[in-house]
């Protein structure tokens, strides 16, 4: 069961405007060696299309100087960031539930942290597994619910997770596979993330604090 706490926003318009502001009070980003990490980890062949669906300021298509990078955001505020920060990469303003862009054209397909804030993430889903090649991978981060600090949380001041943004959903680490699964995307394997904190290995992976599912498209395995 995915659980959602919306704080305002009905409409593509209203969150544009909800995440233009919060930008301007300071970007919502992770750390550098975190978007280098997953450079890694996607590890697109040279020449090899890249989209990254809610780019921010695109710090993760500036560690893609070999590959055809493309960046889709909803923020325009974000989108100028991006422009400065990944200046050789093709930016779109658009939501990530409808992308304008054709079917199966990219070989990798980002989307960090951001899928959980979409208006309608099934969605979102469904427009990732399409503009994937058959061949193609799309890496997704998504929040637990059941954090271990979460849950330390909880038991200290009786409140559960919240990220602070305009719309934010949790799920646990088997509840977000069968969302994915359910809406077009194979999930192959889940990384549990931790932000860097090498003790939390000690924990069990249920308890990370985000997951990184790589699927492939579902319908053409």
Known sequence: MVWERRKGPRSAPELRAAYNERHLRGFLRDQDRFYRSMARRMAPPPGAAVLDVGCGGGFLLREMPGALAVGVEISDVAIQEAR?????ACLVLAPGERLPLPDGSFDRVACLGNLEHFLDPAAGVREMARVLRPDGEAWI??????????IWRVIRK?????????????ATLNEWRDFLQENGLEVIRIHPYNRFKWWKRLLPRALAYHFLYRCTPAARR
């Open 141 to 150: 981060l998504l929040p637990n619910s059941y954090y271990s600090g979460d």
């Open 84 to 88: 400065r920060s990944a200046p050789r």
């Open 158 to 170: 009786g409140y559960g997770p919240d990220h602070h943004q305009p719309v934010d959903r949790f």
